[in-house]
T-cell receptor, first 113, second 113 residues
Framework: QQQVKQSPQSLIVQKGGISIINCAYENTAFDYFPWYQQFPGKGPALLIAIRPDVSEKKEGRFTISFNKSAKQFSLHIMDSQPGDSATYFC????????????FGAGTTVTVRA | DAGVIQSPRHEVTEMGQEVTLRCKPISGHNSLFWYRQTMMRGLELLIYFNNNVPIDDSGMPEDRFSAKMPNASFSTLKIQPSEPRDSAVYFCANKQGARTEAFFGQGTRLTVV
């Protein structure tokens, strides 16, 4: 079963708007939470990542919010641009040397000009 | 470094044929992953290697699937015999540590007719 649940499946936002994607997990051993961005015909690429010792991380227009007690984290895309149109995946991996990532199902974001 | 290199980019084969997908990882990145991506199931981890040793192959769907990593510079994913339901995009990815970025190749789009 999917260890990381992601929603919504897709969203459409106007240029300049805010895109919000949510993820939830159950495994408290997860200690690394990256977001990947994938354009059509390409492999996923790391966008931004957070560790559970911080509640928020911002890089440019992209912000991760992390709620450890609720076991939820989200990606906010501020001032969305048409170039942000892509599929976004949240992921998680556990501590202790296990290198594998568990991915959410993905969210397709369409930014309309 | 050219990144993770996968070949071929596209493969069309007939049902029952053997298919071999290839991956050249990034030098010095000691974890290698094979993922399968479909619309229905998203990104599924098939198998991962650490220092050329298979660590977890629980995601390999059937005995028709096999993967090898004979050295740090090369990995293959083989499907024999192939079936139409194997049609998907297969990604190879590399990591250097537990909390580090996973670098994905461009993927191989496999179509089994």
């Amino acid at each position: 079963q999917q260890q990381v649940k992601q929603s919504p499946q897709s969203l459409i936002v106007q240029k300049g708007g805010i895109s919000i994607i949510n993820c939830a997990y159950e495994n408290t051993a997860f200690d690394y939470f990256p977001w990947y961005q994938q354009f059509p015909g390409k492999g996923p690429a790391l966008l931004i990542a957070i560790r559970p010792d911080v509640s928020e991380k911002k890089e440019g227009r992209f912000t991760i919010s992390f709620n450890k007690s609720a076991k939820q984290f989200s990606l906010h895309i501020m001032d969305s641009q048409p170039g942000d149109s892509a599929t976004y995946f949240c992921a998680a991996s556990i501590r202790g040397g296990d290198y594998k990532l568990s991915f959410g199902a993905g969210t397709t974001v369409t930014v309309r000009a | 470094d050219a990144g993770v290199i996968q070949s071929p980019r596209h493969e069309v084969t007939e049902m029952g044929q053997e298919v071999t997908l290839r991956c050249k990882p990034i030098s010095g990145h000691n974890s290698l992953f094979w993922y399968r991506q479909t619309m229905m199931r998203g990104l599924e981890l098939l198998i991962y290697f650490n220092n050329n040793v298979p660590i977890d192959d629980s995601g390999m769907p059937e005995d028709r699937f096999s993967a090898k990593m004979p050295n740090a510079s090369f990995s293959t994913l083989k499907i024999q015999p192939s079936e139409p339901r194997d049609s998907a995009v297969y990604f190879c990815a590399n990591k250097q540590g537990a909390r580090t970025e996973a670098f994905f190749g461009q993927g191989t789009r496999l179509t089994v007719v």
